[in-house]
Every structure is written in structure tokens, then in C-alpha cells.
């Protein structure tokens, strides 16, 4: 069974730094890709990034290029998130797809709760 935890959200003033990250279980992260995205109040939700664990190439929105680094480490998925701004404030979840990497949230079956992150000052 597929389980994937949030962790790390928070408030933090703008230009700050925050981590988060996905604790996976029940999933052979060498089939499978491991997505961000994040999602504020009646809006859909967007990809931030994503990681395939076989050629650690990953994908980023551009909106956070530059900003956001994926990466892992065993059965763990980090987001580290640096120079936040106002507009990054959302509901983090993290998800799985098996193959190949995407930002298009329907491609991902099974999806963490969701962690919040507020940049504010």
C-alpha cells in the first residue's frame, strides 16, 4: 500500500527558506516518479516539480526555476524551497506516478495529505 507523508510546511517572511519533505512507504521509488505540487483556494492544482529516481533528471515549473531543488535521499523526497515569495503560499502534496516524470497533477494516482506553506511578513 502506497502511503506518502508531508512534512515541513510553516510561515515564513518572504525571501526565506523552508524544506519539505515526502516520506514514502509501499512504493519501488526505481519505477516510479515523485511529484510536487501545490494548490491555493479555488484554483487547480499546479506542478511544482518532479523527480524519476532512475535518471535524477527533474522537472520544474518555471515559476520556481532557479528557487526549488528536488531531490532524494532512500525513500524520502525533498522540496527545498529558497528566496519564498508571497505567491508560493499553498498547500504542498507530494505523489506518485509510475514511469516517467510530469506537472500535470491527473497523471499522478497516489497523493500525500498535503502540508501548508505561508510566506508572509
Known amino acids: 500500500q502506497v502511503q506518502l507523508v508531508e512534512s515541513g510546511g510553516g510561515l515564513v517572511q518572504p525571501g526565506g527558506s523552508l524544506r519539505l519533505s515526502c516520506a514514502t512507504s509501499g512504493v519501488p521509488l526505481e519505477h516510479y516518479a515523485i511529484g510536487w505540487f501545490r494548490q491555493t483556494p479555488g484554483k487547480e492544482r499546479e506542478g511544482v516539480s518532479c523527480?524519476?529516481?532512475?535518471?535524477?533528471v527533474p522537472l520544474y515549473a518555471e515559476s520556481v526555476k532557479g528557487r526549488f531543488t528536488i531531490s532524494r535521499d532512500k525513500n524520502t523526497v525533498y522540496l527545498q524551497m529558497n528566496s519564498l515569495k508571497p505567491e508560493d503560499t499553498a498547500v504542498y502534496y507530494c505523489a506518485t506516478v509510475v514511469g516517467i516524470c510530469y506537472l500535470d497533477y491527473k497523471m499522478f494516482a497516489s497523493w500525500g495529505q498535503g502540508t501548508q506553506v505561508t510566506v508572509s511578513s
Open positions: 523527480l524519476r529516481t532512475t535518471d535524477r
